[in-house]
């Protein structure tokens, strides 16, 4: 390919046309490029599998931890989840607000509230999980169980702090 | 396990410890759970290993997509990515103001312009690149190149559109 400096008739046509296929370059290849793409195809799925309910995968994932470990501090929740305080107080406040859980006191520590899932949001949580099985169903139908696990198992490996403690 | 409703002090005793180990329920076995919490392992460790470049990961997939497809338009290189035309201009302005990208005009389209890596981005880019592959060798050192192709090969099932037209 010769190059032509200073000429302004190469540099205008040296775009492709706007339907050219583009070329990822080394992308695809990249573990976290293609755990994003992954990611963003499953979330989006679930949250079409979730749009009667209006309930998106951290608000499901909090909902999950309470019903499993009724009484959490809003620290523990948010810790255990990986999400920063300033993401789930809104997250929070905004379930509370349509009565799925609520916080109510803990014996022996005044400042501190426990986490609870209420009737109505242990009720949800049954209909949401009936929705979130049938969207996983989906992905696993591409690859079937055995695949699941062995995909399940990679992911944990990578997820694994304990593998770099630099990371923790 | 014996229920008492109207009874204060056994809600206030209901509450965990702090120190309790979190029980995730089922989310450790839903792919998207599995898949987010790796990705963004991945993505903590790329930020930290280009933090002397201060390179984030979109911003990377931008500089590449240039390299190899000279003279896109910003359109083209925001769908291919899969990023939000609100998120892309103030991501790809950013990477102008810092001289690494540039805007030329196209021959036949007054209107649009194509996207071409500047020298300092080409120099910039290769760095990168050196960086990006310790950080992914660090992580395929945990389950071998056959797993990697292995786990590429299952995310890309994930991702593929193909096999849910809905989804588009």
Redesign the interface.
């Known amino acids: 390919m010769t190059v032509m400096a200073n000429n302004t008739?190469l540099?205008?046509?040296?775009?492709?046309p706007?339907d050219?296929p583009?070329?990822?370059?080394?992308?695809?290849?990249?573990?976290?490029?293609?755990?994003?793409?992954?990611?963003?195809?499953?979330?989006?799925?679930?949250h079409?599998a979730m749009e009667a309910e209006d309930i998106r995968?951290a608000q499901f994932?909090v909902l999950?931890?309470l019903?499993?470990?009724?009484?959490?501090?809003q620290t523990?929740?948010s810790?255990?989840l990986?999400i920063k305080t300033t993401t789930f107080v809104p997250l929070f406040d905004e379930l509370e607000r349509r009565g799925l859980p609520e916080r109510?006191?803990?014996?022996?520590?005044r400042r501190a509230k426990?986490l609870?899932l209420t009737a109505l949001g242990q009720a949800t949580l049954a209909r949401l999980?009936a929705l979130?099985a049938t969207h996983?169903a989906?992905?696993?139908s591409?690859?079937g169980p055995a695949?699941?696990a062995?995909?399940?198992g990679?992911?944990?490996?990578?997820?694994?702090?304990a593998?770099?403690p630099d990371?923790g």
Chains 1, 2 share one sequence.
């Not at 583009?22 to 979330?43: E, H, M, S, W």
């Not at 109510?104 to 520590?109: E, F, K, L, V, Y």
């Open positions: 008739a540099d205008e046509a040296a775009a492709p706007p050219t583009v070329d990822l370059g080394p992308l695809p290849d990249l573990l976290g490029y293609a755990l994003r793409r992954a990611q963003l195809a499953v979330f989006q799925d679930f079409h995968t994932s999950e931890v019903k499993h470990n009724p009484g959490l501090r523990q929740v810790f255990a990986g109510r006191p803990i014996a022996g520590d426990g609870f999980e979130a996983e989906r992905f696993v591409r690859m695949g699941k062995h995909l399940l990679l992911l944990h490996r990578l997820a694994d702090r593998f770099d990371l």
